[in-house]
């Protein structure tokens, strides 16, 4: 338990990273840049800009400190459910310099708050949870801009070291098993987890296996050499019908040229390293892999108790190394990399059963439906998960090299449509106990 002075200053080091980071995705480039829309999948990255201020200046200033709205004529404008990303380009945004006023002038105001806040007395204020919120908030867009910077074409603007490459995998077992029975999944206890992620429940599954690792771009070429994208028998019948509409042949981003697959990533066209997991591909993409490999993918529950159960204790971790927040040698987090580490990388963050990589590197798609969990209880709003639930969304875990450590936990839970793949997104795959094909070597068949 943190005192209040150690909490204000851990919300403070959030939220002043937070700004670092977005201050680095939109510095790094020219304003017809920050205005133009790179993809009719995303928000102009300056719309992403004064959507941070904005909502941080709703949730901290207007409902926790009780101020009026500083510039109320724009609030419908930074809505995200009032215009979808389609429209935003031809609404009257704030423009790059006013919007970063405007996201400067909130931050100012919400730094004084947080010195006078008793940081206890509300459900908004308790363990600061509102200012955790806003944190995880601004990390989250700071992930979909960096996806903008994915699909952004023009000079190169981000640059970072590569993650070095693990020196044990060539020991790892392909699969790991989880032994059958209960474990607790979700929480009750996790201070800034969000509503999805709530209540804490028992669940009792069968044994499996799953991949040590995610699979990865040799295994997924084998796939593809193999006819993958050629075979009905493989999809299932959504799937099929997207990627004939759509004609896909590959993940997202890739060519072949002169007998070689190439990748296009943040501005540079290089070959596609056979040793990291496969990114950009849709969940149908990864269904179809895993029932080539006459395998499936793992339920979001199997993912959860893969990640966080220890059979010792028969409790569940924060985290698959345990309950310490996320360091360098755990995960592959915030945006340190601008890439996926090899499989099998990181052994210092494998969990319990032996499996590594399920936090950082690659978001994993699960087979599960988004849905709510018993007794679920929409809070502190509504729209941020009730109104997403059903069939429509898939869950995927783990979180990626894009996303903060604020704002991943073992408990986290996002979602997207079955069809996406501009998202930093891959997968591993799983077998129930005797039935189906053992894994193939490092995270694949």
Same mark, same amino acid.
């Given at each position: ?158 640059? &970072?070291?590569?993650?070095?490459? #693990? =020196?044990?995998?060539?020991? %790892? +077992? @392909?699969?790991? /098993?989880?032994? *059958? ?11 800034? &987890?969000?509503?999805?992620?709530? #209540? =804490?429940?028992?669940?009792? %599954? +069968? @044994?499996?296996? /799953?991949?040590? *690792? ?17 075979? #009905? ?213």
């Amino acid at each position: 338990m943190l005192t209040p002075a150690a909490l204000r200053d851990l919300i403070a080091d959030e939220l002043i990273a937070a700004r670092d980071r977005t201050a680095g995705l939109t510095d790094c480039v020219e304003d017809h840049d920050l205005t133009a829309q790179h993809s009719p999948l995303m928000s102009p990255l300056v719309w992403d800009l004064a959507h941070i201020g904005n909502q941080e200046e709703l949730w901290l200033l207007r409902n926790v400190g009780g101020r009026d709205p500083m510039h109320p004529e724009i609030d419908p404008l930074y809505d995200a459910f009032e215009h979808p990303r389609s429209e935003r380009p031809t609404l009257p945004l704030l423009p790059p310099e006013e919007a970063r006023a405007y996201a400067h002038e909130v931050r100012g105001r919400v730094l004084d708050l947080l010195a006078a806040s008793p940081l206890e007395g509300t459900p908004l204020l308790t363990d600061g949870f509102a200012f955790g919120l806003i944190a995880q908030h601004e990390q989250q867009h700071d992930e979909t801009m960096l996806i903008t910077h994915q699909l952004r074409r023009g000079p190169v603007a981000l640059t &970072a070291p590569p993650p070095a490459a #693990p =020196a044990d995998t060539g020991s %790892l +077992p @392909a699969e790991v /098993l989880v032994p *059958a029975g209960p474990f607790t999944m979700g929480t009750d206890t996790e201070p800034w &987890a969000l509503d999805n992620e709530r #209540p =804490a429940h028992r669940v009792d %599954l +069968p @044994a499996f296996h /799953l991949d040590t *690792a995610p699979v990865s771009n040799a295994a997924y070429q084998r796939f593809i050499a193999d006819g993958g994208y050629r075979e #009905p028998r493989w999809w299932t019948a959504e799937g099929w019908q997207h990627r004939m509409r759509t004609g896909l042949v590959a993940p997202l981003f890739w060519t072949r040229e002169g007998g070689q697959w190439l990748r296009r990533r943040f501005g540079t066209v290089e070959p596609v390293p056979p040793d990291e997991p496969v990114l950009h591909v849709s969940w149908y993409e990864a269904d179809a892999y895993a029932r080539w490999a006459g395998r499936r993918l793992p339920t979001e529950a199997e993912w959860e108790k893969a990640a966080r159960h220890d059979p010792a204790t028969d409790r569940s971790r924060r985290f698959p190394w345990g309950d310490a927040s996320p360091a360098p040698e755990h995960a592959n987090l915030g945006q340190r990399h601008l890439q996926p580490a090899p499989v099998g990388s990181y052994p210092a963050g494998e969990s319990p059963c032996g499996a590594r990589q399920l936090m950082g590197d690659v978001w994993e798609w699960t087979a599960s439906d988004f849905l709510p969990y018993p007794g679920f209880r929409a809070w502190p709003y509504r729209e941020y998960s009730e109104v997403f639930f059903g069939p429509e969304y898939k869950v995927l875990r783990g979180g990626s090299f894009a996303v903060a450590p604020v704002a991943c936990r073992g408990t986290f839970r996002n979602w997207d449509y079955p069809i996406r793949r501009q998202i930093f997104a891959g997968f591993r795959t799983a077998r129930s106990v005797d039935d189906g094909a053992p894994a193939g070597p490092r995270g694949g068949s």
